[in-house]
C-alpha cells in the first residue's frame, strides 16, 4: 500500500520528500478516506467531506492527506448529477460538455476517448464570469479517460480552496489495479496464493456474497461483479468466475484466466479494474487501514470482512488473519456527507478561497458535532436505511447476528 501511495505521488509530480512525509504518517495513522465518488472538489459533496479529514488530520498535527476517490462509477449518477456534472449558482454544468448518449451508462474509466473540460451550462442565464475564471485554471489539454481530468483538476483546485497546509494525494481504482499487479507480481503474496491459487478461497467468498443476498442482510453487499469489472468499448460489463474463467455472462465470452500472468496483463491495460471488495481487501482489510466512507459503508464494510472471515474458516486457512479481523474493533467509520452546510464551495473559490485550513479550523472546528451534521434528511430518508430499520424491528435481524460481529 505504501509502495502504491509513493508511486502515486511521484506521478503526479510531489517532490521526493512530500511523497515521504505522506507514507511516514499514513503509516503513523493508517486511515484512508473512502467516501466521495472522484468528483471536482468543488462539487459540495467531495468537498465537506475533505473538511471533516482535514479537520482530523489538523487535530493530529498532520500536514499530508491521502483520499481514495471510487471511479468505477457512471458519469450521471442520476439526472444532472454525477461527476460528470456540478453547479453554479443553482443551475446545472456539464463539466466536459457531452451529450447524453456519451454519459448515460458510461464510466470515469471510460476510455480510450476524448475529454476536455468544457463547463457547458445548461440553462439560461448562468454565471459565465465565473465559469470564465475556473476555465482559466483548469487543464486545456485533453485527456484519455474522464478519471484523468478531474485528478489533473483536483491538483490545481485544491490549494484554491485548501491553502498550502496540507500536501494532498488522490488515489482511485486505477492505482488500486496497479496495487492488485503489485500484489500478484509477488509469487508468496497472500492475494496470489490465497485468492488465485488456492481453489477453495475465491469460490468460498462468493458463496459467502450469495448467502448474504438471499437472507436478511441482502441489498448491502451485491455480487455486481467476481472480483472485477470489465473493460470494453467504453463499457463497464460485469463477470462471473467459473471454472478457472472469469466470464462475460451475457455473451459467455472467456475474458481472462484467473491466473496472475492473465489477470496482471489485464490490469495493466486497464481492461480489468477491482472491485470494491477487491479494493478492500488490498487497501485496508490486508494493511489493516481505517476506512472513512459513506453512509452504506459502516453496513457493506463489515459484511466483506465477515465473508472473507467465513471463507477462510471454511478452507481451515490464516487463523493469524482471521483473529486480526476479530480483534480488530474499530476497523471502519462513516465519513462522507457528515458535515452539512448550505454555504456554496464555488461563491467561496471566487471569493478567494476559504483562508486555508487554519480558515476551515476556525470556521467548523468549534461548531458542535451534532449541529455540523445538520438534519441529515437524506440519510433518513434513504429506503435502504429505513428497511434495516423494519427488519431490526420485526427481528428479522439484531446487532448480535455474526454477520454483524466483524463491524
Known amino acids: ?43 459540495p459533496e467531495a468537498y465537506y467531506t475533505h473538511i471533516l479529514s482535514l479537520l482530523g488530520l489538523s487535530a493530529h498535527g498532520c500536514s499530508t492527506y491521502v483520499s481514495y476517490a471510487v471511479s468505477t462509477v457512471s458519469l450521471v449518477e442520476r439526472p444532472r448529477k454525477g461527476p460528470g456534472w456540478f453547479t453554479v449558482d443553482g443551475k446545472p454544468i456539464n463539466v466536459f460538455g457531452l451529450s447524453r448518449s456519451r454519459m448515460i451508462g458510461y464510466n470515469l474509466l471510460t476510455g480510450p476517448g476524448s475529454y476536455r473540460f468544457e463547463l457547458a451550462p445548461t440553462e439560461p442565464n448562468a454565471n459565465e464570469e465565473a465559469l470564465t475564471l475556473l476555465r482559466s485554471l483548469l487543464p486545456q489539454t485533453q485527456f484519455e479517460r474522464p478519471a484523468h481530468a478531474i485528478k489533473a483538476a483536483n491538483l490545481i483546485l485544491w490549494p484554491k480552496l485548501f491553502g498550502d497546509s496540507f500536501t494532498f494525494l488522490q488515489i482511485d481504482d486505477e492505482d488500486i489495479a496497479d496495487l492488485v499487479a503489485d500484489h500478484l507480481s509477488d509469487e508468496d503474496s497472500w492475494l496470489r496464493t490465497r485468492l488465485l491459487e488456492d481453489p477453495k478461497i475465491a469460490s468460498n467468498i462468493l458463496a459467502g456474497l450469495d448467502r448474504l443476498a438471499a437472507g436478511p442482510w441482502s441489498g448491502w453487499l451485491a455480487r455486481g461483479t467476481d472480483f472485477f469489472w470489465f473493460y470494453e468499448n467504453r463499457k463497464r460489463l460485469p463477470l462471473r468466475l467459473i471454472a478457472g474463467d472469469l466470464v462475460h455472462p451475457a455473451t459467455g465470452r472467456k475474458v481472462a484466466r484467473f491466473t496472475a500472468p ?146
Not at 477462510?312 to 482471521?322: M, S
Open 1 to 43: 500500500m505504501l509502495d502504491t501511495i509513493r508511486s502515486a505521488g511521484e506521478r503526479n509530480g510531489l517532490p521526493i520528500e512530500a511523497v515521504s512525509q505522506i507514507c511516514a504518517e499514513f503509516e503513523k495513522r493508517r486511515v484512508l478516506q473512502t467516501g466521495p465518488h472522484l468528483f471536482l472538489l468543488l462539487e
Open 262 to 407: 492473465d489477470i496482471s496483463e489485464r490490469l495493466a491495460n486497464r481492461s480489468l479494474i477491482p472491485n470494491l471488495l477487491l479494493m478492500f481487501l488490498v487497501s485496508s482489510i490486508l494493511p489493516g487501514v481505517r476506512a472513512l466512507g459513506g453512509s452504506y459503508q459502516p453496513l457493506y464494510y463489515p459484511l466483506m470482512r465477515y465473508v472473507i472471515c467465513q471463507a477462510l474458516e471454511a478452507a481451515n486457512v490464516d487463523e493469524d488473519l482471521r483473529l486480526a479481523l476479530e480483534s480488530d474493533d474499530l476497523p471502519g467509520a462513516w465519513g462522507h456527507r457528515v458535515i452539512e452546510s448550505g454555504d456554496d464551495p464555488f461563491t467561496q473559490f471566487q471569493d478567494g478561497g476559504t483562508g486555508g485550513i487554519s480558515g476551515l479550523v476556525d470556521r467548523f472546528g468549534h461548531i458542535p458535532f451534532s449541529k455540523a451534521c445538520g438534519s441529515m434528511n437524506s440519510f433518513v430518508t434513504d429506503p435502504s436505511w429505513q428497511e434495516l430499520q423494519n427488519r431490526l424491528q420485526q427481528g428479522m435481524i439484531a446487532p448480535t447476528d455474526a454477520e454483524w460481529a466483524l463491524s
